[in-house]
Structure formats: C-alpha cells, structure tokens
C-alpha cells in the first residue's frame, strides 16, 4: 500500500479522534499564526491537509473564504461538521492532494499547513504547489514536528513515529525544511522552534494503536540508549512510558513578488 493510501485509512479510521485531541486542537503555535495574519488583507486562504480543521476555524473569522483541503474524505467530513458547529458559513471543503494542489495560479493570500507535511511523500512538491496557488507577495505559513540534526537522533524519532503510525512519512531536519523553502523562491521571514511534549497514552490513542503495538512501542523507547532517553527526555514509571519530547517549528515564508 503507498503512504497516501495509508493516510487515507489511518486517518479515514481516527477522523473523530483528531478533531478532539487537545495537542492538535489547541497549542500556542495557533495562538500564533491567529496574530500574524491578523492585519493582513486576508481575502482568500487555503488551509492545507487541514485534518480536524483547527486552523481554518481559527482563521474563518479573519477571512472573507476560507478553502479547507484534505486527502481523507472522511477527515473532511469530521472538520465540516466541527468548524461549522462553531458558526463559521465562509469555509469551502475540498478533497485533495497537498502535492497536486486543484486550484489555479495566484489563488490565494495565505496558505496555511500545520501538523501535516511528515505524511506528505514528495514535501518538495508540496512547497512548489503552495508557491504557485500564492498570490505576488502572498504569505505561507508552516508548522510541523522536525527531527534533531543528528543523524541517531533522527533516525530514533521517525522510527518511533512510523512505530506507531504506519502513514508516517517522515520529519524533516530543520536545515532541510530552510533549503528548500529557498530553493522554491520563497524568503524566509521568521523561523522558530519549540518543544513539544507527547503524552504517550494520549498520542497511542490517537492512532487507536492496538495494546500489543503499544507494549511493542513502549519496550523499544524504554531500551534505547541513555543519551537516546536524556535527549527526548523520555519520562517513565514502572517500566511504563508517560511522555517524551519532541520539536516542532513555525516557519513563515513570503512568495517573491513577479517569481
């Protein structure tokens, strides 16, 4: 099966569970793309691989339309039902691929992506279909999990990723994420991380992992090496884990005018 038909089962399965779950749901990051766009001339935004729809119901009040676009049917349907249960009547949701965006050239004002792209097989493809639908000037804003520049490290976290989500595709390294971005003819305006702390408990539930791959998870964290467990700050009790930590970014890019 390839990773987009994954995408679409795993997440076509765990719709509802996205909706409600509180590290997508909420989070200062949102907080954050809220106060950067506000201002703007934000006529028209695409919300990409929009999942529970978290961020363009964040956003719909900002905008005259808003575009929600997803791969999962499914997916679509829950964030429907979710943001328009908050009142929002300027929301158009479309089924489709976050690499072959359907819309034409010079769409939209912003495009908006959070908590996706390590699902996304071809993220170079992704960045250039996202710079095309950009107006001149027009704002992209990412937010994603990025893996450590170490080569262990990083091998570590996507393992432990993929573990427990098989339509994992893969975090990229920050210094991945800045290179191509410019090399698509975006400028960079802000880039910042932060850290993100997963509830072990809560992030297996998500995915409805079964209690033998959870065990199976839980076992493999718990025998990584000491400066693997002092790096993610792995926390456990009784030989159970309870969290880790992770990175994620906030990248804001503006399209060239006239590229």
Known sequence: MDNKKMVINQFGSNARNYVISQIHA???????????????????????????????????????????????????????????????????????????????????????????????????????????????GGMFILVDNVSPELDGFDQFYNKVEKKRDPSHYRAYKKSEWISWIEEKGFSIQLFRTFKKRFVFDEWCRTMNLSSKDKEELNNYMIASPREVINFFSIEMENNQIQSFQGEAMILIALKTINA
């Not at 954050?32 to 956003?59: C, M, P, Q, S, Y």
């Open 26 to 136: 909420k989070g200062k990051d949102l907080d954050f793309i809220r106060e950067v766009v506000k201002g703007g001339k934000n006529k028209v935004l695409l919300d990409v691989a929009t999942g529970g729809g978290h961020v363009a119901n964040a956003l719909a009040p900002l905008f005259k339309t808003v575009t929600a676009l997803d791969l999962t049917p499914k997916m679509l349907a829950q964030a429907e039902e979710f943001i328009e249960s908050n009142g929002h009547d300027n929301v158009v949701f479309v089924q489709g691929d976050a690499e072959d965006l359907p819309f034409g050239d010079k769409s939209y004002d912003v495009v908006t992506c959070r908590v996706a792209p390590h699902h996304f097989p071809n993220v170079k493809r992704f960045i250039g279909e996202s710079f095309r639908v950009l107006t001149d």
